[in-house]
T-cell receptor
Framework: KNEVEQSPQNLTAQEGEFITINCSYSVGISALHWLQQHPGGGIVSLFMLSSGKKKHGRLIATINIQEKHSSLHITASHPRDSAVYICAAIDGYGGSQGNLIFGKGTKLSVKP | EPEVTQTPSHQVTQMGQEVILRCVPISNHLYFYWYRQILGQKVEFLVSFYNNEISEKSEIFDDQFSVERPDGSNFTLKIRSTKLEDSAMYFC???????????FGPGTRLLVL
């Protein structure tokens, strides 16, 4: 059974700081989602990646399939980045679909 | 931009009652999912659905749960006889053919009293 672990569980940063959230998983996967969950509960997909690195604005996600590890970085953090960031592994190999196995999330709070 | 919608946003029900949670996936998507998140816990997979049948379901998805795509646009989750422990946020998601990114709806917060 695949387990997805995230660290840290909670993170407080000052505005402008560089932030890193880590995710590791126990079994091979086909791809991995980084998701953002707002205080109201809604979930937004930030990235889906299966290799290398992706960048969107101030967000960067990397994955190392061999090491079973992914990181989400936020550059020049801002209070509006405050949210829960969730790593979710797409179970299984091959094909294009798979069910998500979620980490517990990292609660980020960025102070002005 | 197309989005997944869910209704209702909140539902309160009495234990033992049936509830139906509704989702409208993105129109050209073919794969549909239900997830739930009990307050303070991580999101958990319930069921996936493709080509008018269940592709996979978790151990949570017992005989009290069912899913249906009654027409070309809606995707529903029915809980036949709700229990207190069914109280959670329920998320619907969809993805397109050949695409692994899943798009989430805003969720339905279910409270069973």
């Amino acid at each position: 059974k695949n387990e997805v672990e995230q660290s840290p569980q909670n993170l407080t940063a000052q505005e402008g700081e560089f932030i890193t959230i880590n995710c590791s998983y126990s079994v091979g996967i086909s791809a991995l989602h980084w998701l953002q969950q707002h205080p109201g509960g809604g979930i937004v997909s930030l990235f889906m990646l299966s290799s290398g690195k992706k960048k969107h604005g101030r967000l960067i996600a990397t994955i190392n399939i061999q090491e079973k590890h992914s990181s989400l970085h936020i550059t020049a953090s801002h209070p509006r980045d405050s949210a829960v960031y969730i790593c979710a592994a797409i179970d299984g190999y091959g094909g294009s679909q798979g069910n998500l196995i979620f980490g517990k999330g990292t609660k980020l709070s960025v102070k002005p | 931009e197309p989005e997944v919608t869910q209704t209702p946003s909140h539902q309160v029900t009495q234990m033992g009652q049936e509830v139906i949670l509704r989702c409208v996936p993105i129109s050209n998507h073919l794969y549909f999912y239900w997830y739930r998140q009990i307050l303070g816990q991580k999101v958990e997979f319930l069921v996936s659905f493709y080509n008018n049948e269940i592709s996979e379901k978790s151990e949570i998805f017992d005989d009290q749960f069912s899913v249906e795509r009654p027409d070309g646009s809606n995707f529903t989750l029915k809980i036949r006889s709700t229990k207190l422990e069914d109280s959670a946020m329920y998320f619907c998601a969809s993805s397109g053919a050949g695409e692994r990114t899943q798009y989430f709806g805003p969720g339905t917060r279910l409270l069973v009293l």
